[in-house]
């Protein structure tokens, strides 16, 4: 069984900054890439940022210059530092991973339960 676990989140004042991290674990092939979405409020969830296993990145406009995705291959792990945060920002992070299982012929998508993130004016 997969599981994708979120750590950090909380309460921030803007224009400070906040990491959150996801560690994926079970029986895993590989990963290959990993993302944070995020919904807030009476919106839609939208793509945040995303990285592939070679690294190449993705981020939403909103967020270009402020948000960096590092990952850890070795530790299956994805993290989202978050840079000069503003009151918008707030919503519920969520981690996704498309990977494939050990005896699986295809990948799969996987999703954190999510971690709030409060940002306050």
């Known amino acids: 069984q997969v599981r994708l676990v979120e750590s950090g989140g909380g309460l921030v004042q803007a224009g400070g900054s906040l990491s959150v991290s996801c560690t994926a674990s079970?029986?895993?092939?590989?990963?290959?890439?990993m993302a944070w979405y995020r919904q807030a409020p009476g919106k839609q969830r939208e793509l945040v940022a995303a990285?592939?296993?070679?690294?190449?990145?993705n981020y939403a406009d909103s967020v270009k210059g402020r948000f960096i995705i590092p990952r850890d291959n070795a530790k299956n792990t994805v993290t989202l530092q978050m840079n000069n945060l503003n009151p918008e920002y707030t919503a519920v992070y969520s981690c996704?991973?498309?990977?494939?299982?050990?005896?699986?012929?295809?990948?799969?998508?996987?999703w954190g339960q999510g971690t709030q993130v409060t940002v306050s004016s």
């Open positions: 990285i592939t296993s070679l690294g190449m990145t």
């Open positions: 079970g029986i895993i092939f590989r990963i290959n890439s």
């Open positions: 996704t991973a498309v990977l494939r299982r050990c005896g699986t012929s295809y990948p799969g998508g996987y």
